[in-house]
């Protein structure tokens, strides 16, 4: 259960950090590569815990109704 409350946190943050990088250094990114390579990644990687963390939440629901 303390999955669902902690790992959107983690995401949330390393999607604010992206958005950082990207409005702060927007024309190197655009230009350069491998940092538009780690944002992409990194918002990947938001996107899978969020969606991991989704189905999680309905799982438990379904099992585990109240």
Do not use: Q
Not at 19 to 35: H, I, K, M, Q, T
């Amino acid at each position: 259960m303390e999955i669902k409350e902690h790992v959107p946190w983690i995401a949330s943050m390393l999607a604010t950090a992206v958005a950082f990088v990207g409005v702060r250094y927007r024309s190197r990114l655009l230009n350069d590569a491998p940092l538009r390579h780690i944002a992409m990644t990194l918002l990947g990687i938001c996107f899978a815990l969020t969606s991991i963390v989704g189905l999680l939440g309905i799982f438990i629901n379904k099992v585990a109704p109240l």
